[in-house]
């Protein structure tokens, strides 16, 4: 691979995580700041995701990977969301809002594979190399909060009565016009399956990979995937907008710390997988989840405020010891025919089924400890997910019993 190219897919990489974190972070405050959204709206709102997360293997699965270059289909959908965006920016309130943002989402969640994609096609080690590709997708994302926090201030409590958080749907919108462009230039990557093959909605969807739900412990595991992203639901809908109702300043910004987190404690995984085995691993993520909601129930802006940033830094531990631990041991469970599959059956138990549920609950939630004068009981609406979290470490810890071990290298995991 040239310098060239991997300058190309390296901006691919930072853009289209960029447009993400350009207005996703915000979105829960923006709804109830911007359009007065209740939590049961909100939650509908985010839920977009998941929904996006069910459609998008019929897009790559049934269209990219049959038809035409997954470069120029990226090219396509990012200049349609492009269009969204504006008409996201230009919304007067939630009902206006509510279709052009799933629209958006049933566009933006096939190019997180897209990108993959494109660069697995140029890549001649992808153990090596892949890594360093992606990391300017987190990069991308990291700039886009510091951007809205500390140059345009759009998350300052001033700026944010005063409306100006729309216009992360407008930097989003801008973002998203320049990669649909510019992925007009990226190398090619051509169909992956004859169109004259027969493609059924089990193998786009996984569901060949349901025979491994035969084994107890797989079982437990898929379980409890989706049971975990009842929590996580929490973080992507109130985070931002906790933070900023209690007086944070620069929220946006500081959520970034996450992010770093991210890659940090992705090193770790391969030394903790391989000495602790996978139970334990996952179990620490799975605690994370808990102790972190539970620092966001008694921390505050003030005195406190260092246990906010604890809970904001446990996202690495969080994210990486429970989904990409699951993901290593998916993939050592699947074996080599159901590899793919695998991988997509718990992508769609988790990001589809478990993160729908998810923000139905959040926002159910919210609306129920929404007291008379507007403010939220924001102690228990992180109470009850730190229990939530809580309950599936239990139940994972005493049910699940598989005592191998999986043998992993370091590139297998970052």
């Not at 998008?56 to 035409?68: E, S």
């Given at each position: 691979?040239?310098?060239?190219?991997?300058?190309?897919?390296?901006?691919?990489?930072?853009?289209?995580?960029?447009?993400?974190?350009?207005?996703?972070?915000?979105?829960?405050?923006?709804?109830?700041?911007?359009?007065?959204?209740?939590?049961?709206?909100?939650?509908?709102?985010?839920?977009?995701?998941?929904?996006?997360?069910?459609?998008?293997?019929?897009?790559?699965?049934?269209?990219?990977?049959?038809?035409?270059?997954?470069?120029?289909?990226?090219?396509?959908?990012?200049?349609?969301?492009?269009?969204?965006?504006?008409?996201?920016?230009?919304?007067?309130?939630?009902?206006?809002?509510?279709?052009?943002?799933?629209?958006?989402?049933?566009?933006?969640?096939?190019?997180?594979?897209?990108?993959?994609?494109?660069?697995?096609?140029?890549?001649?080690?992808?153990?090596?190399?892949?890594?360093?590709?992606?990391?300017?997708?987190?990069?991308?994302?990291?700039?886009?909060?510091?951007?809205?926090?500390?140059?345009?201030?759009?998350?300052?409590?001033?700026?944010?009565?005063?409306?100006?958080?729309?216009?992360?749907?407008?930097?989003?919108?801008?973002?998203?016009?320049?990669?649909?462009?510019?992925?007009?230039?990226?190398?090619?990557?051509?169909?992956?399956?004859?169109?004259?093959?027969?493609?059924?909605?089990?193998?786009?969807l996984g569901l060949d990979a349901l025979r491994l739900l035969k084994d107890k412990n797989f079982l437990i595991f898929f379980i409890s995937s989706i049971l975990i992203c009842i929590p996580l639901a929490f973080y992507y809908q109130n985070a931002n907008l906790f933070l900023s109702n209690i007086g944070v300043d620069n929220p946006t910004g500081k959520m970034t710390i996450g992010q770093v987190s991210e890659v940090l404690f992705?090193?770790?995984?391969?030394?903790?997988?391989?000495?602790?085995?996978?139970?334990?691993?996952?179990?620490?993520?799975?605690?994370?989840?808990?102790?972190?909601?539970?620092?966001?129930?008694?921390?505050?802006?003030?005195?406190?405020?260092?246990?906010?940033?604890?809970?904001?830094?446990?996202?690495?531990?969080?994210?990486?010891?429970?989904?990409?631990?699951?993901?290593?041991?998916?993939?050592?469970?699947?074996?080599?025919?159901?590899?793919?599959?695998?991988?997509?059956?718990?992508?769609?138990?988790?990001?589809?089924?478990?993160?729908?549920?998810?923000?139905?609950?959040?926002?159910?939630?919210?609306?129920?400890?929404?007291?008379?004068?507007?403010?939220?009981?924001?102690?228990?609406?992180?109470?009850?997910?730190?229990?939530?979290?809580?309950?599936?470490?239990?139940?994972?810890?005493?049910?699940?019993?598989?005592?191998?071990?999986?043998?992993?290298?370091?590139?297998?995991?970052?």
């Amino acid at each position: 691979m040239t310098a060239a190219i991997r300058t190309k897919l390296s901006a691919m990489m930072f853009l289209e995580f960029f447009i993400w974190g350009s207005w996703f972070v915000t979105l829960g405050t923006f709804l109830g700041s911007n359009l007065k959204a209740s939590g049961a709206e909100s939650g509908a709102v985010f839920s977009t995701q998941s929904w996006g997360a069910i459609v998008a293997p019929f897009i790559v699965g049934l269209i990219a990977d049959r038809y035409f270059n997954a470069e120029k289909i990226l090219g396509i959908l990012h200049i349609a969301g492009a269009l969204l965006m504006y008409q996201l920016y230009n919304a007067a309130n939630i009902s206006v809002f509510y279709p052009y943002v799933l629209g958006y989402m049933i566009l933006f969640m096939p190019t997180l594979a897209l990108v993959n994609s494109v660069s697995f096609n140029q890549i001649g080690d992808p153990e090596k190399e892949f890594s360093s590709i992606r990391i300017w997708g987190t990069i991308g994302w990291i700039a886009a909060g510091l951007l809205i926090s500390y140059i345009f201030h759009w998350d300052s409590k001033q700026d944010t009565e005063n409306g100006l958080l729309k216009n992360t749907f407008l930097m989003a919108g801008i973002a998203s016009l320049v990669l649909g462009l510019f992925s007009f230039t990226l190398p090619k990557t051509p169909p992956k399956i004859d169109s004259s093959e027969k493609v059924t909605i089990s193998d786009v969807l996984g569901l060949d990979a349901l025979r491994l739900l035969k084994d107890k412990n797989f079982l437990i595991f898929f379980i409890s995937s989706i049971l975990i992203c009842i929590p996580l639901a929490f973080y992507y809908q109130n985070a931002n907008l906790f933070l900023s109702n209690i007086g944070v300043d620069n929220p946006t910004g500081k959520m970034t710390i996450g992010q770093v987190s991210e890659v940090l404690f992705l090193l770790f995984i391969p030394v903790f997988f391989s000495r602790f085995g996978f139970k334990k691993t996952i179990l620490v993520g799975m605690l994370a989840w808990a102790i972190r909601y539970a620092l966001f129930a008694y921390g505050n802006s003030t005195n406190l405020s260092f246990m906010l940033i604890i809970g904001i830094a446990l996202h690495g531990v969080c994210y990486d010891f429970f989904f990409v631990s699951g993901q290593i041991y998916t993939d050592s469970k699947a074996g080599e025919k159901y590899k793919s599959s695998a991988q997509g059956l718990i992508t769609l138990a988790t990001y589809g089924v478990g993160m729908l549920i998810g923000f139905a609950v959040a926002g159910m939630i919210t609306d129920t400890y929404k007291v008379a004068d507007g403010t939220i009981d924001w102690k228990m609406v992180w109470i009850i997910p730190a229990g939530i979290a809580a309950v599936v470490f239990l139940l994972f810890a005493f049910l699940f019993n598989d005592k191998s071990k999986s043998e992993i290298k370091i590139a297998d995991v970052i």
